[in-house]
Every structure is written in structure tokens, then in C-alpha cells.
T-cell receptor, first 112, second 110 residues
């Protein structure tokens, strides 16, 4: 079973600060997804990255897939209280088979 | 919008009881998944199904079984609930490359 380790596990910062969350594995993934989960809800997809070295931006969020497709990062610029939540990365081993391995999660709290 | 619904948001059961968790999706997806979510462990795959009456074990199937008699419905069964099955259970259905999750069922086994 592939493992995806996320760091940090918990992060609490002031509104307006920048932060980076990491997702690391020793396995190669054909694609990697990032989800955000709010209390009492299921995870919701933010982005999918497919190509090694790929960078995608979603407003203040920047996602990068490592060149070797083993790791990924999520960078948030000027964090806002609405960014608070549990962030999960998830890797797909065989492109298209839809079976994902989820990371351990990063619980982010933005303090107003 | 895709909608995935789960039969209960909160459930409390006693040790040894048989527990049914129901999941229904309305987008005609072929693939459906059951996960459990525990702090610090992320989501772990219990079972998944690629089609009606088809099922495959995930990473932690022990103590669980599933049923998929209709395309839109995927049930998770705990044959004899134990305290270590206290957890958040999440169901998902997928189109290519995106999993749509239900709101989850928080199960407590006492």
C-alpha cells in the first residue's frame, strides 16, 4: 500500500500570512489531487495535477506536482479565515482507474 | 450538481449489533467507494465497486462487507460492530478523476 505523508499535520496562522503544505511519498503517482474538507462535510476536490513539474493556480492557492510525480505542495498566499479546513492530498496510481490513496491530512486554522 | 447522500449523519450502536450504512448517488456513476476517516490517518479505503453486484476489497476490509444491488446504491455492512469501528464513514462516487463525497456518517460503537 502506498503511503502519502502530509506535513504539517496541524497549522495555525494569522490572517494574511502565507503557508505551504507538503504531500510526500516514495511511490510514483499518475495524478495527484487536493481536497478540502470542512466540518460535517465530505471532502471537495480543489485541483488535479497530472504532469511532473506541473503548477496550477486557483486564486490564492498554488499547487505543484513534483518532477518525479512522488510529491506535491499547496501554497496559500494571504490566508483568509475561509481557508480554514482539512486539506487532503490523494494520489492515483493507475490513471483512470479512479482508486485513490489519501494522505494523512493537514488541519489548517486561520486566525482572524 | 452531483449529489451523494448517506442515510444517517450520526449513529450510535452497541457492540455486536449488525449495522447498515447506506449511500445513494444520483449521477449514474459506475464506481463507488467506502472509506473510513480517523484523525491522523486520512481516509482509508474499505471496499469499492465498479458495477452492480461487483465489489473489491480495499486496504482495510476486515470486519466489513458491502452490497451493490442497484447502480445508485452502495451499502456498507458491519456484521458485528466493535468499538474499534467507531469512526467517520464516507461514501464517494466518481466520474473520471474526481470523487464526489457524501457528508459522512459518524458511527459510535459502545
Amino acid at each position: 500500500t502506498q503511503l502519502l505523508e502530509q506535513s504539517p499535520q496541524f497549522l495555525s496562522i494569522q490572517e494574511g500570512e502565507n503557508l505551504t503544505v507538503y504531500c510526500n511519498s516514495s511511490s510514483v503517482f499518475s495524478s495527484l489531487q487536493w481536497y478540502r474538507q470542512e466540518p460535517g462535510e465530505g471532502p471537495v476536490l480543489l485541483v488535479t495535477v497530472v504532469t511532473g513539474g506541473e503548477v496550477k493556480k486557483l486564486k490564492r492557492l498554488t499547487f505543484q506536482f513534483g518532477d518525479a510525480r512522488k510529491d506535491s505542495s499547496l501554497h496559500i498566499t494571504a490566508a483568509q479565515p475561509g481557508d480554514t479546513g482539512l486539506y487532503l492530498c490523494a494520489g492515483e496510481t493507475n490513471f483512470g482507474n479512479e482508486k485513490l490513496t489519501f494522505g494523512t491530512g493537514t488541519r489548517l486554522t486561520i486566525i482572524p | 450538481d452531483v449529489k451523494v447522500t448517506q442515510s444517517s449523519r450520526y449513529l450510535v450502536k452497541r457492540t455486536g449489533e449488525k449495522v447498515f450504512l447506506e449511500c445513494v448517488q444520483d449521477m449514474d456513476h459506475e464506481n463507488m467507494f467506502w472509506y473510513r476517516q480517523d484523525p491522523g490517518l486520512g481516509l482509508r479505503l474499505i471496499y469499492f465497486s465498479y458495477d452492480v453486484k461487483m465489489k473489491e476489497k480495499g486496504d482495510i476490509p476486515e470486519g466489513y462487507s458491502v452490497s451493490r444491488e442497484k447502480k445508485e446504491r452502495f451499502s456498507l455492512i458491519l456484521e458485528s460492530a466493535s468499538t474499534n469501528q467507531t469512526s467517520m464513514y464516507l461514501c464517494a462516487s466518481t466520474d473520471p478523476h474526481e470523487q464526489y463525497f457524501g457528508p459522512g456518517t459518524r458511527l459510535t460503537v459502545t
